[in-house]
């Protein structure tokens, strides 16, 4: 008999897979709902994997939403970013105005002062030799400017045109070693010369052993030389001393303008006098 069925298994299965079939085809047939052990089997086999790339593309989904949130955040950031250096930039530039304005209301109220016609002009460039102390302005023939007249701001002098052309002008600041400014101690009128140093200080030359110069003092232009109104500020006295000569005093002044500083400036005609004086 096992030989038999070892011999005729091909067949014998084959039948019986075939009975199998017209049994179950039967009974799907008379029943309400057809029996598909196969189906189930597949069924059952293919759950976790659909549980598990179900899954995997919901978390897919979550991370390239999160991606695209990012991405998107981002590009808000950048945005916004742009905003405020744009309002950072303007915000700059309307208090670089704020500022020229004030210091323009300045001239304009030390123009009126003196009561003379004279000429604003910006500093456009200053030399590049620490012993010699100029700078150039952006007015010159053309807006009335000649050489010998006085630069000014309101927190004192300057100093003068030395060289001028059709747009431009050189001025010799104060400062400058090679410069002279006739001067007086304002509390008692003693007079002197303010010249600047190498260091770019200024110092009151000439001043009389006996005179009376105290620390502290305000030193003013006389008048008298013919090219600064009288009256305008040079600066503070900072320190008195006795020269090697023992004939006069050596009187350091402290400017009142800051010349590194200066950037816009009233150049006036030689003579004029400070309304008051």
Not at 76 to 91: F, H, I, K, P, Y
Not at 103 to 115: A, I, P, V
Request: include cysteine; glycine fraction near 10%.
């Amino acid at each position: 008999m096992q030989r038999l069925v070892s011999r005729h298994r091909v067949i014998l299965s084959c039948g019986f897979f075939l009975l199998l079939s017209l049994v179950l085809a039967a009974v799907n047939t008379r029943a309400s709902y057809q029996i598909d052990p196969v189906g189930v089997l597949l069924l059952e086999v293919m759950h976790p994997l659909q549980v598990g790339v179900t899954a995997v593309s919901q978390r897919a989904e979550r991370l390239w939403d999160r991606y695209v949130a990012l991405w998107t955040v981002r590009e808000q950031n950048d945005v916004l970013r742009q905003r405020l250096e744009s309002l950072e930039g303007m915000a700059q530039q309307s208090m670089e105005l704020d500022l020229t304005n004030q210091r323009l209301e300045k001239l304009l109220t030390l123009r009126e002062e003196l009561g003379v016609k004279a000429v604003a002009a910006h500093v456009v460039g200053r030399s590049p030799v620490a012993w010699v102390q100029t700078v150039i302005l952006d007015r010159g023939e053309n807006h009335g400017i000649t050489k010998g007249m006085a630069v000014l701001v309101p927190e004192g002098v300057v100093g003068k045109v030395m060289s001028v052309s059709a747009h431009t002008a050189r001025v010799q600041l104060i400062s400058d070693p090679n410069s002279g400014v006739d001067a007086l101690v304002q509390r008692t009128r003693t007079r002197g010369i303010a010249a600047g140093t190498l260091e770019g200080g200024c110092t009151l030359k000439y001043v009389q052993r006996g005179d009376e110069v105290e620390i502290g003092d305000q030193v003013v232009t006389s008048g008298l030389d013919g090219i600064f109104p009288k009256g305008q500020l040079i600066g503070t006295v900072a320190r008195v001393g006795t020269k090697d000569s023992r004939m006069f005093q050596d009187v350091e002044v402290m400017l009142s303008a800051e010349l590194a500083k200066v950037e816009e400036v009233l150049v006036v005609a030689p003579g004029v006098v400070r309304a008051g004086e």
